[in-house]
Structure formats: structure tokens, C-alpha cells
């Protein structure tokens, strides 16, 4: 008798085993747990009529599925249907290589055993082979040379094939001339039409040597993991849907806001949403950089891609699909990886110019050699060579794998950029411009001064409403004396001043001095109750954790620092003092934190605003670069080109390096490859380059240019 761990496998009966035919698909089962399972998932794919075996590993949660005729989602919905969740699963991800790395090793292989065979051959008519029987070598060396290179040129040829389609010149198309004029010109001198040596080995060689060049090129941008990637692998394929009935396994992109899903220990998340009962730690890694689980129960909001990883939790959804916080920051990162800058316009208009030139190259390389020499054979030769080593790749990755291993790493370290524009504004940055309250300090703002208790009943009625510092502090310091906020209508929150409203026929306001009460360099804050003088509030804060770090390390690079702040130039003076800020400034309005930054910019210096409020926002906007804590409001967070994920002000300072690292990094990585050209083509032109020497050369200039784009920044 056997016992069924899960409802899924109730009534589940194995089947019989057979030999296995080769998988075509792999599913991840996250619920699979007994050996019921393995009978229930087994049976419900083996009935599909073209799936020829299924096999489960219980141990690392997969099936492997022999269906030739059927796609991954069929299989998927198929166990769903009979209530198991599945996803695919990509195999080159199990593995140190993906998929196309496999297949240009294979691709490598077959084009150096051929070149090894032919290059053997070469040595019996090298070694003084005449005739009929230096004929046969030629014939077999064919034999053998143009299917290898028919079959391992394959990336070159699909791409050039492509690109000629579609009206268009791309970096492939030379390469593949080369390969296609040594290959003909062997063959021609195979059947007696050249007296001249062979070139089998040469297009196999130039064959396989561009291939090792792909190979490492794409190894070494593996190692630049793209940021965007990692977060779209966060999505979660599928969800428990709580319905009347139970739950049932539903496709995440049909979940609607108002779904009700249910989360298991390990589940990740499929949507945005609040939870409805229960409570769990949330794994939140991936997304904030923070590796400490984060207790989270009943009214807490979660996000798409936060991992449960004990108790089971029921969650309403708000956002689902392309509307989740994942899915838009997933945008927002690939936007930002496709960095343009001056360098990347140099580097785009240089290699659309290339493939005009350098045909026109090659074919000019070609007449010059034929006038002067008179042997065609040697003339194509050389042009060959100017086809190949002329190639602009390392030009062409000179700036994207520099712009996604800065923003990618960026990412991992907390730090989301949003613009892609970012880095090379953030590398001219001269002057730093924080907001104070929430920014420099924790923004958890105490209350000092001592309020009757009716003027803090009405004080904490405006401030509620308010999610001010100084708002949250006054609620606060009611709730601690257990006073009641008082009632206000109308109530109207002007930015950059404070907040107003009526008591009954009285009307209040709670701000800063010059509009809830008279100037004054003194408090922070005044309440008019409109009931005789206002009162003045009084406050004090905390310096964040990382501040004086940041503020110290900005200073010893030179950098200008101010503050700007609204509240009373007491606090800001405090703050300042304790920093060692000397330009502070106070009861600055928006609009004046906008034109102190314009000042700085039309006296030549760039700026850079820090600020997570909403009187921040046009600070923000039209500083040279903006930068937000994650706490930060909606608006300040849209309006910077990086928001800090893990809070603290350390991610600015490395915002600024990476940003100056990655530019100077752009400009190595386009010097290299100015001087592989400068030195690389005239040789070539002039002889010096077999196509072989061609080969070795281009390659190793964009491995050059890779690695150095990897390469860690300082």
C-alpha cells in the first residue's frame, strides 16, 4: 500500500519503466517531494501521445521529458492540469558553458582536426610530391577542408547571410568573403587551375582561429553577467491561486490584481501584493543586496521575486505581469546598460562606417598588389588578410561590456541606475548637494520642544496627514503622551512650507517660519494655531550610519560638498558643523535649492543632487546627476538617475568611482583598438600578415578589449 505525501499524487499508481530515449526538454518541479509525485507527474506526461518517456529526479526536482514534437509550455500545462508547478529549465545554466559555447566548441574542434589532417597532407607535397600524386593529396585535402569549413563557418556565414538580406553590411561579411575566397582559391589550385601552394590548411586555420576568438570574446562577456538578466530570472512562472475550490497552479502573467495566491517555504513570489494571513522571513537578496531575511506577516507588502522561507502565507495581488516593481526595474536596468555616451557614438558611427571601407580596402589591396606584381594569387592573398584583420570588433565592444559590468556591478552592490546617460554625467562630477532631514541624518526627527497639550492635539491633527520628519515626530509625541489628534478639514500641503487647514473657524498651519510664523533663524518650525503667537517647534536628529564615512572619502578626492535644507539654520549649522560642510545652506524652498544648483552650474561646476523628499525632486531634476535613497518618496526616486536599494549614503561615493572607472575604462578600451588598426592594417596591406597572422590578430584584439572591460574597477 502506498501512502501519497501530497494531493497531487493522491490515487497516483506507477508505470512501467523502459528504456529512455534522449531528453529534449528539462522542468524544474519545486513541489515534488515522494514518491507519489513521481508516479503523478510521470503518468500525466506519458500520456501525452508524443512524449516517448518522462523521467523524474526527485533529488534535484526535475523531469526529463523525451518529446520531440512538443514545446516546453504543452508539458507545463499540462502539470498543471494535474496540479504540479513546473518551469524550464535552461541547460546551459546548469553547466560552466551555455548553449552556443557548447556548439562553438564543437565547431572549434571539427576545424582543428581537419586543419591538423590537411596541415599533414600539406607536408607530403611541401616535401617534394609532384604530379598526379600531389593532385591526390589536394583532392583529399579538399575532401576534407570544405566540409569543415561549410560546417564550422557557420556563425560567420548565418550572420553575413542575414545582414545581406536585410540591405545591410555587418562585421561578418568580409570574414566570410575571406573564408570563401581561400577555400575557392584551394580548391581552384586542388583541380590544376594555380600552380601556387594550397590554402586548405590557411582557410581552415582562419576558420578555426576566428572561432577560438568568438569563443573566448563570448566567455569573457559571460563574465559581465548582464544585471537585467538576473533580475528577469527572478520572475516566477507560475502561482498558487486560492480559489472556492482550493488551490490550482495558474500561469503569474494571468494573475489579476484582487487574485488571491498562497506561498510555500522556498516559493518566490510571482507578483507584487499585500499579505492576508500568515507570516514568513522573506529572502530579499536579489533584490536590495541585503542578505538578512526580513520578517514579514499580515498587512506587510512583498514584492515579485522576494523568496518565502518558512510558513506558508496567503497574499492579495496589487501588481501583477509588466505592472510589477520587478518587472519595471528589470526595464529600467536594461535601458540603463545600453549606456550611451560620446564614446559609444564614436564607437556606433565608426563600425557602420566599416564595412564599406574596408571592402573598398581589400578590393583597393587587391589592384595595387595585381599592378605591381602581376600574381593574382598572391594579390587575393593579401587582400584576404586586409579583410580579416581589419575587422571592427574590438571597436564595437569597446563601450556596451564596459557600460554592462559597471551598471551590472552597481546592481550587486545595491545600486539601481536608472538613466542611460548616468555614468558619464556622474563622472564629471565636482560638487555633491544633499538634502538634510532623511538624507544626511536618519530622518527620525524627535520633537524637543515641550507643547501644551491642546496646541500638540492640533499640531499632530495637520501632521498626520504628512510624511514629513518633523510630521512623524509630532504624531509620535502625541501618541507618547497619549493625546488624541484634533479634527481639521480642508487640509492642503504646500511643498517646501508645510501644512494647512481649519479648526473650526480657525485657520491653521504647521511649517516653516516665514509662512506658519514670523522669520526667524531659531526653530525649525512654528505652529499657528490661529489663536495668538504661533509656536515655535523645536528638533532634534541623528547623523545616519555611513554619512561622515561618505562625506570624509568625497573630501578626499576634492570633492566640493554642500547642504541644502529647508529647516532652520540652527539644525542645518548643526549638521554642517558636525560634517565639516562648509557651504550649509537654510530655509531654502525648492525653488531655491533649484537655483542654487543652477548657479553652480552656470559658474562651470557639475553637480550632484542627494536629496529623498518631495521639495528635492526639482533639485533633482535639473542637477547634472541625481541620486535617492530607496526610502525616498515615489517622486524623488522617479526623478534621480540612481536610487540606493540598501539605504545609507556609501553607494554615492561608489556610484562616483565606478562611473569615473567605467569612462576611463571606455577610453582604454577605444585606444586599444585605434591602435590595433593603426598597426594592424598598414602590415597587412603591405604583406606582412598571412591571412593566419590576420586571424590571430583580430581575435586577440577583442579578447584585449573584453578582458579589459572585466576587469575590476577600482
Request: charged share 20%.
Amino acid at each position: 500500500m502506498s501512502v501519497a505525501a501530497c494531493p497531487a499524487c493522491a490515487g497516483a499508481v506507477p508505470g512501467p519503466r523502459a528504456a529512455t530515449p534522449d531528453a529534449t526538454h528539462l522542468l524544474h518541479l519545486p513541489d515534488i517531494h515522494c514518491g507519489g509525485c513521481i508516479s503523478s507527474v510521470e503518468r500525466a506526461l506519458t500520456a501525452l501521445p508524443d512524449v516517448l518517456s518522462a523521467r523524474v529526479n526527485l533529488t534535484q526536482k526535475r523531469v526529463s521529458v523525451a518529446a520531440p514534437g512538443l514545446s516546453s509550455q504543452v508539458l507545463i500545462d499540462t502539470l498543471a492540469r494535474a496540479g504540479h508547478r513546473a518551469q524550464p529549465l535552461d541547460r546551459g545554466r546548469l553547466g560552466p558553458r551555455d548553449a552556443e559555447l557548447r556548439r562553438l566548441l564543437t565547431r572549434i574542434g571539427v576545424a582543428g582536426f581537419a586543419m591538423m589532417n590537411v596541415m599533414l597532407m600539406s607536408v607530403a607535397v611541401w616535401s617534394g610530391a609532384t604530379g598526379a600524386t600531389a593532385q591526390v593529396f589536394h583532392l583529399v585535402s579538399a575532401m576534407i577542408a570544405i566540409p569543415a569549413v561549410a560546417y564550422a563557418a557557420q556563425p560567420f556565414f548565418g550572420s553575413a547571410l542575414s545582414a545581406l538580406r536585410a540591405g545591410r553590411l555587418n562585421m561578418d561579411v568580409p570574414i566570410s568573403l575571406a573564408i570563401v575566397l581561400a577555400s575557392g582559391a584551394s580548391l581552384a589550385q586542388a583541380f590544376g587551375l594555380s600552380d601556387r601552394a594550397g590554402w586548405f590548411d590557411a582557410a581552415l586555420a582562419l576558420t578555426f582561429f576566428l572561432l577560438v576568438g568568438r569563443y573566448l570574446e563570448r566567455a569573457g562577456r559571460g563574465a559581465a553577467r548582464s544585471a537585467a538578466a538576473e533580475l528577469a530570472a527572478l520572475e516566477a512562472p507560475q502561482a498558487l491561486l486560492v480559489t472556492a475550490d482550493g488551490t490550482r497552479v495558474v500561469a503569474a502573467d494571468s494573475l489579476v490584481p484582487g487574485d488571491r495566491i498562497r506561498l510555500l517555504p522556498g516559493d518566490r513570489l510571482p507578483a507584487d501584493g499585500t499579505i492576508l494571513s500568515g507570516a514568513t522571513d522573506l529572502d530579499r537578496s536579489a533584490l536590495t543586496g541585503e542578505s538578512a531575511p526580513a520578517p514579514a506577516g499580515i498587512g506587510d507588502a512583498v514584492q515579485a521575486g522576494e523568496i518565502a522561507l518558512t510558513g506558508s502565507v496567503e497574499v492579495r495581488v496589487d501588481r501583477a505581469g509588466r505592472d510589477t516593481a520587478l518587472a519595471r526595474m528589470a526595464e529600467i536596468v536594461a535601458t540603463a546598460e545600453a549606456q550611451r555616451t560620446r564614446y559609444a557614438g564614436i564607437a556606433d558611427r565608426a563600425a557602420r562606417l566599416y564595412a564599406p571601407l574596408v571592402h573598398g580596402l581589400g578590393a583597393a589591396t587587391f589592384a595595387g598588389w595585381l599592378l605591381v606584381t602581376g600574381d593574382a594569387w598572391l594579390s587575393l592573398d593579401v587582400a584576404i588578410s586586409v579583410l580579416v584583420i581589419t575587422c571592427p570588433c574590438a571597436l564595437g565592444l569597446a563601450v556596451p561590456v564596459v557600460s554592462t559590468v559597471a551598471t551590472g556591478r552597481l546592481f550587486r552592490d545595491g545600486m539601481l541606475v536608472k538613466s542611460d546617460t548616468a555614468l558619464e554625467r556622474l563622472s564629471q562630477i565636482d560638487t555633491v548637494a544633499f538634502d538634510k532631514t532623511g538624507t544626511l541624518t536618519t530622518g527620525e526627527v524627535r520633537l524637543a520642544t515641550e507643547l501644551a497639550d491642546d496646541d500638540l492635539a492640533l499640531a499632530a491633527g495637520l501632521a498626520r496627514h504628512s510624511r514629513h520628519p518633523l510630521a512623524r515626530a509630532i504624531v509620535a509625541a502625541a501618541d507618547a503622551r497619549d493625546i488624541s489628534p484634533a479634527q481639521v478639514d480642508g487640509l492642503t500641503e504646500h511643498p517646501g512650507l508645510g501644512l494647512e487647514a481649519t479648526h473650526g473657524t480657525r485657520r491653521i498651519r504647521l511649517g516653516r517660519p516665514g509662512w506658519a510664523g514670523p522669520e526667524s533663524d531659531g526653530p525649525s518650525a512654528f505652529l499657528d494655531t490661529g489663536d495668538g503667537a504661533p509656536r515655535p517647534l523645536e528638533t532634534a536628529e541623528r547623523i545616519a550610519p555611513e554619512t561622515e564615512a561618505t562625506v570624509t572619502a568625497l573630501r578626499a578626492r576634492g570633492m566640493d560638498m554642500a547642504l541644502l535644507s529647508g529647516d532652520g539654520p540652527r539644525a542645518v549649522a548643526r549638521i554642517a558643523g558636525a560634517l565639516g560642510i562648509a557651504a550649509a545652506q537654510a530655509r531654502l524652498t525648492p525653488e531655491g535649492k533649484v537655483d542654487w544648483i543652477a548657479d553652480r552650474r552656470a559658474a562651470g561646476h557639475r553637480v550632484l543632487m542627494v536629496g529623498d523628499g518631495l521639495n528635492d525632486t526639482g533639485g533633482l531634476a535639473v542637477a547634472d546627476a541625481a541620486i535617492s535613497p530607496g526610502s525616498g518618496l515615489d517622486a524623488a526616486r522617479s526623478a534621480a538617475d540612481v536610487v540606493l536599494l540598501r539605504g545609507g549614503l556609501g553607494g554615492v561615493t561608489d556610484a562616483l568611482w565606478t562611473a569615473r572607472g567605467a569612462m576611463a575604462r571606455m577610453r582604454q578600451n577605444i585606444g586599444l583598438a585605434v591602435a590595433y588598426n593603426v598597426v594592424s592594417v598598414p602590415l597587412a596591406v603591405l604583406g606582412y600578415a598571412s591571412p593566419l597572422v590576420a586571424a590571430l590578430a583580430m581575435s586577440l584584439s577583442s579578447i584585449t578589449v573584453t578582458l579589459n572591460a572585466v576587469r575590476r574597477f577600482k
